[in-house]
């Protein structure tokens, strides 16, 4: 069964999400659904439970806290592909 929500938000925002919504052939109500459930189920995933083996290698990296995996990933896959 579905039930009316209203929302209020501001007008650049609404006009961005049904462009969003049209390019992608949704509904902006069926985008806000499926958000509202995404968020729903990942409250859920701090009930998932952690296995052994992930357990065993958690915590097995130690980089210094200035370290910015971003740019570390980037020229990795720049000196994969080149």
Do not use: C
Request: aromatic share 6%; charged share 30%.
């Amino acid at each position: 069964m579905n039930t009316k929500l209203t929302l209020k938000l501001n007008k650049r925002s609404i006009e961005r999400a049904k462009k969003y919504a049209k390019k992608n052939k949704q509904s902006l109500s069926g985008i806000v659904e499926n958000y509202f459930n995404l968020i729903a189920n990942s409250e859920s995933l701090d009930e998932i439970e952690i296995t052994p083996n992930v357990l065993e290698l958690s915590g097995i990296i130690n980089l210094p806290e200035t370290a910015d995996l971003k740019e570390t990933y980037g020229k990795h896959l720049e000196e994969k592909y080149s």
